[in-house]
């Protein structure tokens, strides 16, 4: 298993990996410039390269996204996807979801804690953090970043590279355009416009 990242998201993805009893080998994958001289993170190979990636692909092409930020997460999919990788979803068996009309995408991140309730879609590539909670009738496309405690209420629709903040709550019905930032522990009580970041209580535009 190839986990795209070698941080600190990374490192809580080999805590769920490992508390799922997965058995086979685990790589991880850095391509960045802090990674250039490294060969190893954690004690496991590191793959600082595409060239050095293909090969374990080839043997198991399977990889999981191991950052957090909605950009990379997408560029990441995009690079190894194209060397020959499949993405996969790793979902905590200590998260909790729903039994009735969950539609759940592939390459997601669901954490330790995260509840996913009933009739809720997830897209591709999306990050459900630790201790998040969605409820009723979400919609969240693709590459979002929901970081840990944040609450979406019912019937709320999420775009696609949204950043939702730690602890954050957006309020029933609520529409978030694509590629909006919503700040640590704001509350967001009306619709939000695609690109740009809101804060507080209740959320406004950043100055």
């Known amino acids: 298993m190839l986990l795209a990242g070698a941080g600190g998201h990374s490192i809580e993805l080999l805590g769920i990996l ?69 993405l996969v979803s790793l979902i905590s068996k200590r998260s909790s979801i729903g039994d009735y009309r969950v539609e759940l995408a592939t390459g997601l991140n669901i954490m330790t804690g995260a509840v996913i309730t009933n009739r809720i879609q ?21 590459y979002c970043e929901l970081s840990p405690g944040c609450r979406l209420l019912g019937k709320v629709k999420l775009g696609s590279g949204i950043s939702v903040g730690a602890g954050a709550i957006v309020l029933p019905g609520v529409k978030i355009g694509d590629d909006a930032v919503i700040g640590a522990g704001a509350v967001v009580t009306q619709d939000v416009q695609g690109g740009i970041t809101v804060m507080g209580i209740p959320a406004r535009m950043r100055a």
């Open 18 to 86: 490992l508390d799922n009893q997965y058995a086979g080998k685990i790589y991880f994958f850095d391509d960045s410039p802090n990674a250039a001289n490294a060969s190893t993170y954690e004690g496991y190979p590191l793959l600082n390269s595409i060239e050095k990636a293909i090969p374990v692909l080839q043997m198991d092409p399977e990889f999981i996204l191991a950052v957090g930020k909605p950009i990379h997460r997408k560029i990441m999919d995009q690079k190894l996807s194209a060397a020959g990788g499949k």
């Open 122 to 142: 997830v897209g591709r590539g999306t990050l459900v953090h630790i201790h998040c909670s969605i409820h009723h009738d979400v919609v969240i496309g693709d």
